[in-house]
């Protein structure tokens, strides 16, 4: 099987990024072809967020979100006419106030919907669904688009829900410590949770519509596998000297490193020749952690304007 460039990209990325503390994987559950759920977040964590899958037109959705004893109803309900989408939402709060949302728009190529409360992760689905994004403090709904989430966000004991219609449904469980890493829009968890779920969906779907170009769409996906080849062996050395002997590299590194720190000193005092040893390996690390956080920064941009790319393609 063919090496994916990315993918060895990523390790090497989390390699320099080795001194930052990363979170770790979030927690998925699953239901799928359901019309109604209704679970409690397992001992230790707590819900983050929801998404609801393969919804239909005409359908009447009704949510609730405990929130450790506060609940937030949600209801969204959808209809299609004529190509037209629209949705009317609506939420009561734990005081009993209710905040109303009315989204429309033009896709009749559409066939189904996706529901994305407290939208955080970068996950992949088809191109031909419709996205509705919310957020509950205060009620926000769009349509198609990266950070819908501009509100502050809740953690939930519990969440239950039910449709007139089947769907597929995922929630998100988290410890305290990735939530409030999921709340400050980190990257470190965005970007392990993109290992997983991103890379494989964008490459692919940008394959496909790169093929769909009329006259050139062969040979532009000829092009970028060919480019793809190349970057794949350049990550293959990185692979082999940063990953599979990565103790052999650090040894190597310190060696040049200490000779270079005890070669600069003029002076035979054993306090100046660990002061320069110090600085040195000092210096190394900031420099490390520069690099990595402009390698993070450069891949979640391409992350991103992959992503920005499918979502202009969806017949929005």
Do not use: C
């Amino acid at each position: 099987m063919a090496r994916r460039p990315l993918f060895f990209g990523l390790l090497l990325f989390f390699l320099l990024a080795a001194a930052i503390p990363t979170a770790s994987a979030v927690s998925e559950i699953q239901q799928n072809h359901i019309k109604n759920f209704g679970l409690t977040a397992p001992e230790g964590l707590s819900f983050s967020g929801m998404e609801i899958y393969n919804l239909p037109a005409n359908s009447n959705n009704t949510f609730l979100f405990n929130s450790y004893g506060k609940i937030y109803t949600l209801n969204v309900n959808s209809t299609k006419s004529w190509g037209w989408w629209t949705y009317d939402i609506s939420l009561q709060n734990p005081n009993g106030t209710i905040e109303t949302k009315k989204l429309e728009t033009l896709a009749p190529a559409v066939s189904s919907w996706d529901l994305h409360v407290q939208y955080y992760f970068l996950s992949g689905d088809s191109v031909f669904d419709l996205d509705v994004y919310t957020a509950l403090l205060p009620l926000s709904a769009t349509f198609s688009t990266i950070s819908p989430t501009t509100s502050s966000t809740l953690q939930f004991s519990g969440i239950s829900g039910s449709s007139t219609e089947y769907f597929d449904m995922v929630l998100y469980a988290t410890t305290d410590e990735e939530f409030a890493e999921q709340s400050e829009n980190s990257l470190g968890l965005s970007l392990s949770y993109a290992v997983g779920e991103v890379f494989s969906w964008t490459w692919d779907a940008v394959l496909s519509f790169v093929g769909l170009i009329p006259y050139i769409g062969d040979d532009l996906v000829t092009a970028i596998l060919i480019a793809s080849y190349i970057i794949d062996e350049i990550f293959y050395y990185f692979n082999l000297f940063f990953i599979e002997y990565i103790e052999t590299t650090i040894l190597t590194l310190e060696f040049f490193l200490i000779t270079y720190s005890l070669h600069r000193t003029r002076t035979k005092s054993p306090v100046k020749m660990l002061k320069n040893v110090v600085s040195d390996q000092i210096a190394m690390l900031e420099w490390i952690l520069q690099k990595a956080k402009l390698a993070i920064d450069l891949l979640t941009t391409i992350i991103r304007t992959i992503a920005d790319i499918v979502q202009s393609l969806k017949p929005i």
